[in-house]
């Protein structure tokens, strides 16, 4: 299988601005920002989408998520969405699972 965008960039094949990495997960500014925090959570392991997910990975898809709350909070927003999109008709344009997290300007709801 050829490796994802962001197997590449987990890995310093493609450039990507780090913001967290432990054993499980980086975090890595997005390249096209939606707001002055834009931030993509991305586990190591491949998982295309959210729907691919299985219960064994519970406590990793947990993990992202304090990762997700321990980005805003280091950059100094309390504030913050956390979005995930599942498929390409809800805009999910790289099959690696990731979480958005997005913050620093008003965020309307619903999203488009
Ligand atoms: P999706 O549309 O799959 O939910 O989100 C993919 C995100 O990856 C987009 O927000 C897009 O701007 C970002 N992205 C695409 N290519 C790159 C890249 O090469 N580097 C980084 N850092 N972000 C990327």
Avoid at 35 to 50: G, N, S, T, W
Avoid at 78 to 103: K, M, P
Wanted: net charge neutral; aromatic share 6%.
């Amino acid at each position: 299988m050829a490796k994802t965008l962001f197997e590449r960039i987990i890995d310093r094949e493609i450039p990507g601005t780090f913001v967290h990495e432990d054993e499980q997960c980086v975090a890595i500014k997005d390249i096209n920002p939606g707001a002055p925090l834009h931030v993509l959570v991305i586990p190591r392991k491949p998982i295309a989408k959210l729907s691919d997910a299985s219960p064994g990975d519970q406590a990793l898809l947990g993990h992202l998520m304090l990762v997700a709350n321990k980005v805003a909070a280091d950059a100094g927003f309390a504030d913050y969405r956390v979005v995930v999109n599942n498929g390409a008709g809800a805009g999910q344009s790289v099959f690696h699972i990731h979480l958005h997290v997005v913050a620093g300007r008003p965020l309307k709801w619903p999203p488009g």
